[in-house]
Each structure stands twice: as structure tokens, then as C-alpha cells.
């Protein structure tokens, strides 16, 4: 066998294998989540706009609500910023945060000159909390029920056609 045609039948190989990887059908915002169905990571974080004040999980207990992990380095949060914006001034859902391994001046100011769309933004400086939450990256969206369980988790950017598409059947079938 001619020692050229061994390499060209690896890198087939190889190749044949990635294409059926991609093509399976897998959609990387639909990530699997160790808490889907179960009670919220527990989390106690000083808040990032008053670090003498808390955010934590019995905050999310008693309502339904978002909590969206994000950061100021992340460009996928910058995107979805204007959404969440809109989403918090109609006031649909309570939206809480997880500001992810950033710094606190970087954020405020992030937050200054784009408007916050957070009752309250937790303060995860080391990324300890993310980590116990299973983020893989920013952002990501939890969606939790009333009695502080996980119902959803997105991620990605989130905007107005995966809001309509998978946060609203969830939120209608919560609150009925």
C-alpha cells in the first residue's frame, strides 16, 4: 500500500466522523442541567451595586423569575442586554443576576450606561456560584417557579423569538 494513501484515509475518516457529529441535530442553547426539576443551587452572594446586602436563593422563592449569569467580557451578554431591557420594563417576570468572574467597576458601569434590568444582580467574583449552577459560559437564563426549583435553562444570547418560543409555553404552564 502506498505510504500516501494511509494519511488520506485518516484524514477521512476523521473528517466523515466531525460531519456526523454536526449533523445530528444538537442544538448547543439546549444544554442539559443537572437542577432541571429541582431546587436552585443554594447561593449567598453580596449584591454588586451594594456589597453590604445579599442576593441569595430564598430571594427566588415565592415568584416565578429569571436569573440571568452574566458579564461584562461576554460579548453574547452585550447582545442580549437591549431584550433584557424590554423584557424588565414590562414588567412580565422578575429578573435576578449572577454577575460571572468580572470586575465590579467594569459592571456598574456597564450597567450606567446601558440600564439595569435586574431587580438585583448577585456579585460572583471568583465564579464559585456560577460553577455550582453548571454555567458552562455566559449567558445563560434559568427560568425558576414560585417554589425556587429550575425549570429551564438557556443558553446563549436571549432574545424576543426564544423568549416566545421556549420561555412563554413554560411560563404559562407554571402558572396554571
Known sequence: MNRYLIPLFV????????????G?????????????????????LPMLTDL???LSTSTLKG????????ATWCVGCRVEH?????????ETIPIYAINWRD???????????????YIASGF??????????GVYGAP??????????????????LNRIFWEQEFVPRIAEIEN
Open 24 to 44: 445530528d441535530g444538537r442544538d448547543p442553547s439546549k444544554l442539559p442541567s443537572q437542577y432541571i426539576g429541582k431546587p436552585a443551587p443554594d447561593f449567598n
Open 11 to 22: 484524514m477521512i475518516a476523521m473528517i466523515s466522523f466531525l460531519l456526523l457529529g454536526l
Open 140 to 157: 445563560e437564563t434559568f427560568l425558576i417557579n414560585n417554589k425556587g426549583i429550575v425549570v429551564y435553562r438557556f443558553t446563549g444570547p
Open 82 to 90: 437591549g431584550f433584557l431591557m424590554e423584557l424588565a420594563n414590562s
Open 103 to 117: 470586575n465590579r467597576s467594569d459592571a456598574l458601569n456597564f450597567l450606567g450606561q446601558l440600564g439595569n434590568p
Open 124 to 133: 460572583d467574583r471568583d465564579g464559585r456560584v456560577g460553577i455550582d449552577w
Open 63 to 70: 415568584q416565578v423569575s429569571l436569573v440571568n449569569i452574566w
Open 52 to 54: 453590604s446586602r445579599t
